[in-house]
């Protein structure tokens, strides 16, 4: 895992109408079978949970409540009879930038966020993971309260918000972000980075705030780099 790069294509499978551990194990191991993944080459997930490998799943924001009280790596290990590594979705994307993308070669802290349905974060310091952060869930001052939804960008859509608008409930969050972490880089991720030049440059802090490089195949990558460290 030295590129960062796909190997073949990507292979897309719908995620499951209903999102069961036995529904989504079942895709993941489709996609071995697809790609011939041979026995001796590690394999990662992202999943969207904070992951403590041994441990049931106590929380989850945006997924089938089903999967409360299953140990997730147990969940895959089992589905595809093999060990399996799994990463928080937020944290794979934020190893993918650090080390492969937009904050490649940074030293100090890197906040790498994902702006989507909610907001995913990934703290890495120094290129070592700080796991399982939720601060897409912190609570904004002046009643505007959690995060996510007061800013996600589904909310803007959802609202039909102007960028500029959006901007300034951007600028609260990051904002706050940077009071509590004294971060050396912002690192923006999500489809909406794809036109990052609408609101980006609208964000008004005083840290560095980049798109993302690696876009919707950062979870990939991050996953893959994650798994091949602990191998």
């Known amino acids: 895992m030295e590129a960062g790069e796909f190997a073949e294509p990507r292979f897309k499978i719908l995620t499951p109408k209903v999102s ?3 529904a989504v194990a079942e895709v993941v191991k489709q996609q071995l079978e697809h790609f011939e993944v041979p026995e001796s080459a590690p394999v990662g997930i992202a999943f969207p949970a904070p992951i403590k490998p041994g441990q049931p799943l106590d929380f989850i924001a945006n997924l089938d409540q089903s999967w409360i009280g299953e140990d997730i790596t147990a969940v895959f290990t089992e589905a595809c009879g093999r060990p399996v590594v ?11 930038e650090q080390h492969f ?15 989507g349905t909610g907001i995913g974060t990934a703290l890495i310091y120094n290129g070592h993971l700080i796991p399982n952060t939720e601060l897409g869930h912190i609570e904004l001052p002046d009643g505007k309260g959690d995060a996510e939804k007061y ?15 959006w901007a300034k409930r ?3 969050y990051y904002g706050l972000m940077e009071k509590y972490f004294n971060p050396d880089l ?14 980006l440059p609208l964000v008004d802090i005083k840290t560095p705030i980049v798109p993302a490089k690696l876009r919707n195949e950062a979870g990939i990558i991050g996953a893959a780099y994650y798994a091949s460290t602990k191998h």
């Open 20 to 22: 069961t551990p036995e």
């Open 86 to 96: 799994v990463v928080n979705d937020a944290d794979a994307a934020g190893l993918a």
């Open 101 to 115: 993308g937009a904050a490649k070669g940074q030293d100090g802290l890197v906040i790498a966020t994902t702006l």
């Open 151 to 165: 800013a996600a960008s589904s909310v803007r859509e959802q609202q039909d918000m102007s960028y500029k608008k």
């Open 170 to 172: 951007l600028t609260k």
């Open 186 to 199: 912002f690192v923006v991720g999500g489809g909406v980075s794809r036109v990052s030049e609408k609101f």
